[in-house]
């Protein structure tokens, strides 16, 4: 089908991902997933014309801090200041340009700057926790951000989530939009957190847990790592709200 500015659109089908590779609708020990997930098996319909091509979103709007939570308010925040990088890419590897990615995350305590956070720790009155930025040509993005702290939550006793910052990547229009969550590389609390469990397999259970980066790291500064985001295929990056 051709668009009025003489570009094609495609429209594409739905593949059910590889099993074993996204979280289960139900998984008992995430308790939250028992009233959440479908009763019924789930019906998918096709893309419609208008779903795949707008509204779009051009950038326009970014501010020159959008993508450097350090730099958002007139004071530094507290914490270990890291470099977040990586590509998004597509099932053949090749690079998504002009993706919008959306960031939140708890500070370096554990809290995030939210109503509904009571969790006992400090708030950072320099530190929001919320970012955003497009992808380059090469499907490349970063963010100049504060490590976040592991926090309890009530899933059960003494449950502590891993140190996690959320991710959101949206596609041709706001209505293709993808959820996921990095990790940091040797965090004691994988094996007793039921959301990074509850994706059966544990090579795609890896693929959410960054790596380390000496290129991006700044001397003296902080540290970078790296997090690729693949958005389908036998590689791709396990997202939440996928059955």
Request: charged share 20%; no cysteine; aromatic share 10%.
């Amino acid at each position: 089908m051709q668009l009025k500015n003489g570009s094609k659109a495609v429209i594409t089908p739905y593949h059910r991902p590889q099993p074993g590779s996204q979280p289960d609708s139900l998984y008992e020990p995430y308790k939250s997933t028992i009233r959440r997930a479908p009763s019924q098996p789930l019906v998918f319909l096709p893309h419609t014309l208008s779903e795949i091509t707008g509204p779009l979103y051009a950038g326009s709007e970014l501010a020159e801090t959008d993508n450097d939570l350090t730099r958002q308010h007139p004071g530094e925040p507290l914490g270990e200041r890291i470099i977040v990088s990586g590509r998004v890419l597509d099932d053949n590897g090749r690079p998504v340009p002009h993706t919008l990615i959306e960031i939140w995350q708890a500070n370096a305590a554990g809290r995030y700057a939210h109503a509904g956070d009571q969790h006992p720790a400090p708030l950072d009155p320099n530190f929001t926790g919320a970012g955003r930025t497009l992808t380059d040509e090469n499907g490349a993005y970063q963010f100049v951000t504060i490590k976040p702290g592991a926090y309890p939550w009530l899933n059960h006793y003494n449950a502590w989530r891993p140190a996690h910052i959320h991710l959101s990547i949206f596609g041709r229009a706001f209505i293709t939009r993808l959820v996921t969550q990095m990790y940091f590389p040797g965090d004691p609390l994988f094996a007793l957190d039921p959301i990074f469990q509850s994706i059966p397999d544990e090579k795609a259970r890896q693929r959410l847990v960054s790596r380390f980066d000496l290129e991006t790291t700044r001397p003296q500064w902080g540290l970078g790592y790296k997090f690729d985001i693949v958005l389908r295929g036998p590689q791709a990056t396990p997202f939440e709200g996928i059955a």
